[in-house]
């Protein structure tokens, strides 16, 4: 089970939305790679990094900022935001990020994330965010008509890592993962899925780490870490020891 700390990018700060709204954003730290640093102190295994300005445009735009946190940290980092085509796929794989997030074009042109699947096994998850059910892409300012488990069946054996599902009207809200939702995603397909959106508290941690969670692969936390309202040693420390305790069972 994996607790990733969110560093959210737009204009070269570290920033957090609030329901996905590019006017509501709170600046969190000037120097990305210095939080970043400071997460892998705290003992976060894994980091999770969006590009919200590349969300928008497209393509890549805050990759100085990312290729300073690759610089200054160990652990592996996963990125989303403007990744449309196989190119930016390569790029940012080849800089050294761990696994890219592919959220749009798992919309608009599943083909090509199922040949980076295909031709980057392990390395590529797909980002799905709903707003009432159904997937917004373009970094949230469109809705589909479609839903999450429409949009994740089309990647059943396609090789995807991970899908990281999204509740867009709990993000940066602090009101809680949805774990109902995200958990009935979970049992309805093979994938791993990863919650994200309103971690909250350390409430959050013990939702996670319940028998009927043990399909997640894990749980993005953001606003919670920065406003200090997760104490991020006793939830590393729980998580831990229930590994360990699984592992045990095993």
Known sequence: MILFPAIDLKEGLAVRLEQGDMARATVFHRDPAAQARAFEEQGFRYLHIVDLDGAFAGKPVNADAVDRILETIGIPVQLGGGVRDMATVEGWLGKGVDRVIIGTAAVRDPQFVKEAAKNYHGRVAVGLDARDGKVAVQGWAEASELTVLDIAR??????????????????????????????????????????????????????????????????????????????????????REAEANAGKER
Request: hydrophobic content about 50%.
């Open 154 to 239: 089309r990647f059943e054996d396609a090789g995807v890592s991970a899908i990281i599902y999204t509740d867009i009207a709990r993000d940066g809200m602090l009101q809680g993962i949805n774990w109902d939702a995200t958990i009935a995603l979970a049992e309805a397909i093979s994938i791993p899925v990863i919650a994200s959106g309103g971690f909250a508290s350390m409430d959050d941690i013990r939702a996670l780490l319940e028998p009927r969670a043990r399909k997640l692969q894990g749980a993005i936390a953001g606003r919670a870490i920065y406003d200090g309202r997760l104490d991020v040693a006793e939830a590393l420390k729980m998580i």
